[in-house]
């Protein structure tokens, strides 16, 4: 791969997340941003059977927020693969290696297995950065112990996905990109010669892609114990695709066919192994790995649906809550409530109030009298029929008592005025006929004489 040469470096990780608007202005961002995905488009392009190829390997991936794929190829011009990707979800990177065989592919060996396991599980760039630097200590030691060899080393690029926010760590000249609404842009910075070169403005990116001196990197994991790592974090969300390549990707395929190709294909394996095919049909000088990350959710909608089932939860808490308060004031009520009214023509005695909820009756029958509805007064029956509240049984009982009473006087005045119309009757049966015996015994008696 490439040859390690120290050079000053740029300042150190960032202080929070880049968001979304901020990342697509090259001006304020410092990202590359190339064509955008409205290009002309170019000529269908020559595919390669991948998986027919030795020296390569391939992952694919996904759950309910990300869909990954990753394929790395020797290349056409190498003997071995000296590459190693890290797909370990929410974790993702490529470490490219160097030394020579047996060397290189031990060092990102290493930097892959330290990395995963000093790794956050979290979008924490600061903490992602501390792991790549236990990477590079790693790697040191691995040469002095005799796992690897002497002047071993790799880049590494890599990020942590976590909802709507991307951590990423970064040392050396492999690249991670952003598509995001049909953009591509470059997130991270070459650590290398020909880079500082277009910084400077004293050559093209193009230019860049095929200077002599484009192996020359100026950071790199297993050289330097103080080296350190670009970190940061950024915005990201729902349709956006992360690509993480080594240079084996960038070196033979400019950006805008880099670009090209991501807008153009609909998932990340296709996305894959286009960019794999590309650049093995560019020539294919180096080992070549990609990792390409589509954001199928950012999390929002899960929110909006948790709030949402929130809502309705404590709605429906609230409406529990006042059924219940109901329930119990309509329970004392009904406990606590008395009346009077008909039952099987007599009156009867009720606890509770007249009517039902859900068909179920708010009131129970607790005794029936023998008085009559029929020897009440008509207003009487007509209050009863709507029931007649009273405070307690009590009350019920002393008022149908009243009633019967009530009752019992007026069959009396009746049986009394019978009585007397009786009497007055007799009477005048018992004088009529002293008045006729009167007559006749003064005709008698005028006879005799």
């Not at 047996?102 to 979290?122: F, L, N």
């Not at 790592?229 to 805008?256: K, N, Q, T, W, Y």
Request: charged share 20%.
């Amino acid at each position: 791969m490439s040859d390690v040469e120290e050079h000053p470096a740029q300042g150190r990780g960032s202080t929070g997340p880049i968001p979304i608007a901020a990342r697509m202005a090259h001006a304020a961002s410092g990202f590359v941003q190339v064509h955008g995905r409205h290009a002309a488009a170019e000529p269908a392009r020559p595919t390669i059977d991948l998986d027919a190829r030795p020296g390569g390997g391939v992952e694919i991936g996904a759950d309910t927020r990300l869909s990954w794929a990753a394929r790395t190829d020797v290349g056409l011009v190498r003997g071995h693969n000296e590459d190693s990707f890290l797909v370990s979800n929410p974790l993702f990177g490529v470490c490219d290696g160097m030394g020579g065989h047996a060397a290189g592919e031990v060092a990102s060996a290493i930097a892959v297995r330290t990395i995963s396991s000093h790794a956050p599980a979290s979008a924490d760039d600061g903490l992602l950065g501390a792991a790549v630097e236990a990477a590079n200590e790693a790697v040191i030691k691995g040469a002095e112990t005799g796992e690897g060899k002497p002047g071993m080393g790799c880049t590494a690029s890599c990020c942590v996905i976590e909802g709507t926010r991307m951590a990423v760590a970064h040392v050396g000249d492999s690249r991670i990109y952003l598509l995001h609404a049909g953009t591509l842009v470059r997130i991270t910075h070459d650590h290398s010669y020909v880079e500082e070169l277009v910084d400077a403005g004293e050559i093209t990116a193009d230019e860049a892609r095929v200077h002599p001196s484009r192996s020359i990197i100026t950071r790199a994991l297993g050289s330097d114990p103080d080296m350190y790592a670009d970190h940061f974090s950024l915005d990201i969300e729902r349709g956006d695709r992360i690509i993480i390549c080594s240079d084996g990707l960038s070196s033979m395929v400019p950006d805008s066919g880099i670009e090209t190709i991501a807008v153009s294909t609909a998932s990340p394996i296709d996305c894959t192994d286009q960019l794999v095919s590309a650049a093995l049909v560019a020539g294919g000088h180096d080992n070549v790995s990609v990792i390409v990350v589509d954001v199928v959710s950012d999390g929002r909608e899960e929110q909006r649906s948790r709030a949402r089932k929130h809502a309705i939860l404590g709605s429906l808490g609230v409406i529990a809550g006042v059924v219940v308060a109901a329930a119990v004031v309509l329970a004392l009520i009904v406990n606590n409530s008395w009346y009077i009214g008909a039952s099987a023509g007599n009156v009867g005695i009720y606890k509770g109030i007249r009517g039902s909820v859900l068909g179920i009756p708010l009131s129970e029958l607790v005794e029936t009298s023998s008085v009559s509805l029929q020897d009440l007064p008509e207003a009487t029956q007509h209050q009863l029929a709507g029931g007649i509240t009273v405070d307690s049984v009590d009350k019920a009982r002393a008022t149908v008592s009243a009633y019967a009473q009530q009752i019992e006087e007026e069959q009396a005045k009746a049986q009394k005025a019978v009585s007397d119309a009786q009497s007055e009757s007799t009477d005048g049966s018992v004088g009529s006929e002293a008045g006729d015996s009167g007559p006749e015994a003064a005709q008698t008696q005028q006879g005799g004489e």
